[in-house]
C-alpha cells in the first residue's frame, strides 16, 4: 500500500504535542510587527523569548508580551547570554516566575568567540531545574556523549547545534547530528546554525524532530518571506526523511529503459 | 526622627524613593503593570501576590525583569 506521508504525526515534548517541526526566536527583528508576522508566516508553535532588565530609562522598547500573545504562541523563555549555571537557574527561574510555564531553553556559554556551550555547566544546570520542576530543552554541542548525559538527566528535549549561534553555516556535522537521534529517546531539535532554507532542509533530512532558528528568518531582508521558505523547507526535509532516499553512488544509472530501443544508425 | 526617603539599587542604578513603599508602590510610581514583570529582591522572586505585602527598605537591590525578543 502507498504510505499517505500528507500526515506527519505530530511530535510530544513533556505534555506537549506539537504539529510544526520548526521552532523561532524573537530576537533582532527590525519592528515588533515585521517579528509577529514573520513568526505567522513560519507557521511556528513555539516561540523563545529572553529574560532581561526593564529598561526603566526609555521604556521605547516594551516588553514582548506586548506583541506576542501566550494564547496564540508557547512561549520558550531561555537563559541566553549566562556563561554559569548559577546565572542560568537564575534567569531559568526569573522566565518561570512570569507565569505563562515552566519550560526553559537552557543555554550556558563557554566562549564569546563562538558562543559554544560550555556542556558541564548546561548538564550541572540541567539537573538543578530538572529537580526544581523544570521542563528542560537543553541546547548543546553536538556531542554524542553530553546528549545522552542530558537525556539521562532528565530533559524533555536535547538541543544539539548545527554550527555557531548567528553563524548561518548550516549543518557542519551530519553525521553527529544523526548519530545523537539515534541514540536518543526525547526529542532531538536542531538548535542554531541553520541560515537558509537548504540547511532547514537538510536539517529535517538528518532525521531530527525538529529545527530551532532566530537569525536566519531576522536577518534575512525579507524576514517573512524567508520564514515562509523555512515552513516549507523543514516540511520538504521532514517528509523527505520520512520517504527514505535513495542510495547515493558516483555512476550514473538510466531513468528511462534501456531495452526496447530502435536500431542505432551507424555512420 | 522620622526617614522620608530611603536609598536603593533598581536594575543596576541607584535610585532614592520615599520610605513606607511597598513593592507593588513602586511599580506603580514606575508605570509598570504588575503582570507586565517580574520582582527580584535581594536575589529572591518575589511572588505576584505578595508584592502590596512586601516593604521596600534602605538598601534593597531590585530587579525589575520582563520578557523581550530572544533566540
Known sequence: MVRDTRGDLPFVMGDHAFTSRLIVGTGKYRTNDEMVTAIRASGAEMVTVAVRRVDLDRRREEGILHHLSPDEFFLLPNTAGCYTAEDALRYARLGRAAGLNDWVKLEVIGDERTLLPDTAATLAAAVELVADGFKVMAYTNDDLITAMRLEDAGCVAVMPLASPIGSGLGVVNPYYIREIKRRLTVPVIVDAGVGTASDACVTMEQGVDGVLMNTAIAAASDPVGMARAMKLAVLAGREAYLAGRMAAREIAVPSSPTTGMLDREHG | ?71
Open chain 2, 1 to 71: 526622627m522620622t526617614v522620608h526617603s530611603v536609598s536603593i539599587v533598581i536594575n543596576g542604578k541607584s535610585r532614592t524613593v520615599r520610605n513606607g513603599l511597598t513593592v507593588a508602590d513602586l511599580l506603580r510610581d514606575l508605570e509598570l503593570h504588575p503582570g507586565m514583570v517580574v520582582v527580584e529582591r535581594n536575589r529572591k522572586i518575589l511572588a505576584r501576590e505578595a508584592l502590596q505585602a512586601i516593604p521596600v527598605e534602605e538598601g534593597d537591590r531590585i530587579e525589575l525583569v520582563h520578557f523581550v525578543g530572544g533566540g
